[in-house]
């Protein structure tokens, strides 16, 4: 099974930044594709942004695209969410995930459902 942890939420002031990290188990990080999806309390899961396996393309939702930043560290087996520019409607449990389907395309790797696995969640908090 593939273990992902999520760190970094936490309080922020609008207009303020946080990055939140990622860390998987296991030596075949690069094989995964990754994503950040987001839950508000009384919402669907919602789809933030991917990046692709050699970390060269990503896909943004609208609603952060210009503001947020998804990166990836394969030697680290770690995944980052940059956020910038923090509005109060971002607030949110944010999710890591990971696809093992390596044929995706990134359009299609906003659907939550063609993820394998998640990670338990961090909180963030956008408010003055």
């Known amino acids: 099974q593939v273990h992902?942890?999520?760190?970094?939420?936490?309080?922020?002031?609008?207009?303020?930044?946080?990055?939140?990290?990622?860390?998987?188990?296991?030596?075949?990080?690069?094989?995964?594709?990754?994503?950040w999806f987001r839950q508000a309390p009384g919402r669907e899961r919602e789809f933030v942004a991917v990046v692709s396996r050699?970390?060269?393309?990503?896909?943004?939702?609208?609603?952060?695209?210009?503001?947020?930043?998804?990166?990836?560290?394969?030697?680290?087996?770690?995944v980052y969410l940059q956020m910038n520019s923090l509005k109060p409607?971002?607030?949110?449990?944010?999710y890591?995930?990971?696809?093992?389907?390596p044929l995706l395309s990134l359009l299609r790797r906003r659907n939550a459902r063609?993820?394998?696995y998640w990670g338990q969640g961090t909180q963030v908090t956008v408010s003055s």
């Open 54 to 78: 050699t970390g060269l393309n990503t896909y943004y939702t609208d609603s952060t695209k210009g503001r947020f930043t998804i990166s990836r560290d394969n030697a680290k087996n770690m």
């Open 4 to 35: 992902l942890v999520e760190s970094g939420g936490g309080l922020v002031q609008p207009g303020g930044s946080l990055r939140l990290s990622c860390t998987a188990s296991g030596p075949t990080f690069s094989n995964y594709g990754m994503g």
């Open 96 to 101: 890591c995930a990971a696809t093992t389907d």
């Open 89 to 94: 409607e971002d607030t949110a449990v944010y």
């Open 114 to 116: 063609n993820y394998n």
